[in-house]
């Protein structure tokens, strides 16, 4: 049996609908940080006990990956308000996660090319 293109599953979003994601990831973003001040709390405190300390080093590792994803998420609704395309914008997001994930190799090519 061969199945024909059916078309577009869901219609494309409405500008408005894209604003209010765009929204909702800045606004995920606060409670981000927000999470992010209580672990170094957590760690601040005199009176905490090692299982806690050592639960809020762990908890910032995991705050620290989630900031990396919100801001790939920002980058994209940003992109997406500004009108670019859905291919264009998941690229841009997925090039800065590489980028966090790799380091930027991009930029110490640039400065050993700069210092021949």
């Known amino acids: 049996m061969i199945k024909k293109y059916t078309g577009i599953k869901f219609p494309p979003l409405t500008p408005k609908e894209i604003e209010e994601r765009y929204k909702e990831s800045q606004s995920e973003m606060a409670e981000v940080l927000e999470w992010k001040k209580e672990e170094e709390k957590k760690l601040k405190d005199k009176k905490a006990k090692p ?3 050592g639960a809020a ?3 910032l590792v995991r705050v620290a990956r989630r900031i990396d994803t919100v801001n790939g998420n920002i980058l994209y609704w940003k992109l997406r308000n500004e ?3 859905h291919f264009y914008a998941g690229l841009e997001r997925n090039e800065y996660w ?3 994930k790799n380091g930027s190799a991009d930029s110490e090519e ?7």
């Open 51 to 53: 299982q806690t300390i």
């Open 57 to 59: 080093k762990r908890a």
């Open 83 to 85: 009108g670019k395309s």
């Open 98 to 100: 590489d980028k966090l």
């Open 110 to 116: 640039e400065n050993k090319k700069e210092e021949d």
